[in-house]
């Protein structure tokens, strides 16, 4: 089913991320994690549907999403980016297997931390606190960490953040690995989201430090 949104509000969040605040359709529902295909309602611009996961709550009034766009490219997200309050978009019904299975360690690469934001943010409106669980991010440089203040001031949330083109960096450098996850993965669920490359290298990287493939929770591209 397709669903009419009504554009609230837009803020940047970093350099090249913004956060989407749309109105509501009566009835909706998800699940923190999932996603819906979105298009714009423009003309020539209808039938070009992408992926975005919805980062508010479900019991909110209100549908954000956070959204990182590619101005380089003359595709969706570069028309996202240029929305303004009172333009719609077209949304489906939601869907994903990316969903809160425990407490755990999330592993996400770049805009792959969208489905996580959810997530924390419900598991931590539940429990009033985030401890046991840990998360992974790896980005470009610290100006590509997304929402990193309030994962910081999460109650009880562990984070470890890694950048891969900032030599200057304070932070881990380099991609996540093996070796780098031995230390940060306890014996809950492995939430892992990215570029398919990403969740490639970190299934074999927790098959390499003995995470059962049962205990990893991702989207099935195959």
């Given at each position: 089913?397709?669903?009419?949104l009504t554009l609230?509000?837009?803020?940047?969040i970093t350099h090249d991320v913004n956060r989407f605040v749309f109105d509501k359709p009566?009835?909706?529902d998800f699940t923190p994690g999932q996603a819906t295909d979105l298009a714009l309602d423009r003309d020539g611009w209808r039938e070009e549907k992408r992926p975005f996961t919805f980062t508010s709550l479900p019991q909110e009034d209100r549908l954000e999403f956070t959204i990182k766009s590619y101005p380089a490219h003359d595709g969706v997200t570069r028309q996202i980016a240029s929305?303004?309050?009172?333009?719609?978009v077209l949304i489906e019904d939601?869907?994903?297997?990316?969903?809160?299975?425990?407490?755990?360690?999330?592993?996400?690469g770049g805009a792959g931390v969208t489905p996580?934001?959810?997530?924390?943010?419900?598991?931590?409106?539940?429990?009033?606190?985030?401890?046991?669980?840990?998360?992974?991010?790896?980005?470009?440089?610290?100006?590509?960490?997304?929402?990193?203040?309030e994962?910081?001031?999460?109650?009880g949330l562990r984070t470890f953040y890694t950048v891969t083109d900032e030599p200057q960096s304070d932070l881990a450098r380099g991609m996540i690995d093996a070796d780098m996850l031995k230390g940060l993965v306890g014996d809950g669920p492995c939430y892992v989201c990215g570029p398919d490359p990403m969740i490639e290298a970190m299934q074999?990287?927790?098959?390499?430090?003995?995470?059962?493939?049962?205990?990893?929770?991702t989207e099935d591209f195959g």
């Open positions: 089913m397709t669903h009419t609230q509000s837009r803020d940047k009566e009835g909706f929305l303004e309050p009172g333009e719609r939601p869907w994903g297997a990316i969903e809160d299975k425990g407490d755990g360690t999330f592993i996400a996580f934001i959810s997530i924390l943010r419900a598991k931590l409106a539940d429990k009033g606190t985030l401890d046991g669980n840990t998360l992974v991010f790896s980005n470009q440089s610290e100006a590509d960490i997304i929402l990193r203040d994962f910081e001031g999460m109650p074999t990287a927790l098959d390499e430090i003995g995470v059962p493939e049962r205990r990893i929770v």
